[in-house]
């Protein structure tokens, strides 16, 4: 696959190990013949290291060997995520590490969830772009502040602490966006 042609989200085989690209950033040349370089932000998916590299766009990196299959979150305990894959029924288990920052947007109920397969073994999730959780605590909201755009801490139905516009309260709601963890809407 060519380098212009990766987007982020997609998984490379850089080096020999598979790499979840987050970002990719476009650098134009500013000389005549010079080659446009394309700059990937990357995760990678056995070590969860981050991983950053610079290709020209005519460069090449195959892609890696993975399979994305639906799961379903079944429990949690100390160590491990325990994962149901909704279409054989295997279950798998991620260490409690490896997807730490996942674990703020995961329910029993969410649809949209993939596991990463490498080789045979789940290496990691894909979570979907925007997820709905409840609010479970917030200050109620001050009457008369509605001209202005301020926001207040609300803690999630998964622990996650998110800013809210004040007209948001306990029980609602609202759509998180997975990849900055930031308010989107009420759901």
Same mark, same amino acid.
């Given at each position: 696959?060519?380098?212009?042609? !990766?987007?982020?989200?997609?998984?490379?085989?850089?080096?020999?190990?598979?790499?979840? !690209?987050?970002?990719?950033? /476009?650098? %134009?040349?500013?000389?005549?013949?010079?080659?446009?370089?394309?700059?990937?932000?990357? +995760?990678?998916?056995?070590?969860?290291?981050?991983? &950053?590299?610079?290709?020209?766009? %005519?460069?090449?990196?195959?892609?890696?060997?993975?399979? +994305?299959?639906?799961?379903?979150?079944?429990?949690?305990?100390?160590?491990?995520?325990?994962?149901?894959?909704?279409? &054989?029924?295997?279950?798998? @288990?991620?260490?409690?590490?490896? /997807?730490?920052?996942?674990?703020?947007?995961?329910?029993?109920? *969410?649809?949209?969830? $993939?596991?990463?397969? $490498?080789?045979?073994?789940? /290496?990691?999730?894909?979570?979907?772009?925007?997820?709905?959780?409840?609010?479970?605590? %917030?200050?109620?909201?001050?009457?008369?502040?509605?001209?202005?755009?301020?926001?207040?801490? @609300?803690? *999630?139905?998964?622990?996650? /602490?998110?800013?809210?516009?004040? $007209? !948001?309260?306990?029980?609602?709601?609202?759509?998180? &966006?997975?990849?900055?963890?930031?308010?989107?809407?009420?759901?």
């Amino acid at each position: 696959m060519h380098a212009k042609e !990766i987007k982020p989200g997609a998984i490379v085989d850089h080096d020999g190990v598979p790499v979840l !690209i987050e970002s990719v950033h /476009v650098q %134009t040349p500013s000389a005549r013949g010079a080659s446009t370089l394309y700059k990937f932000r990357g +995760r990678n998916l056995l070590t969860r290291q981050k991983v &950053d590299f610079t290709l020209k766009g %005519t460069e090449e990196l195959p892609q890696a060997d993975f399979e +994305r299959r639906p799961v379903k979150l079944m429990y949690t305990d100390p160590t491990h995520v325990h994962l149901l894959d909704q279409t &054989d029924f295997n279950q798998y @288990a991620l260490a409690r590490e490896s /997807v730490e920052r996942e674990l703020a947007f995961l329910t029993e109920s *969410l649809d949209g969830l $993939y596991a990463i397969l $490498y080789n045979g073994e789940c /290496v990691g999730l894909q979570l979907p772009v925007a997820v709905e959780l409840v609010v479970k605590e %917030t200050e109620p909201g001050v009457r008369g502040n509605s001209a202005t755009a301020r926001t207040k801490p @609300a803690t *999630l139905e998964t622990g996650l /602490v998110v800013q809210v516009p004040e $007209y !948001i309260e306990p029980g609602e709601r609202v759509k998180v &966006d997975t990849r900055t963890g930031e308010f989107l809407s009420r759901a």
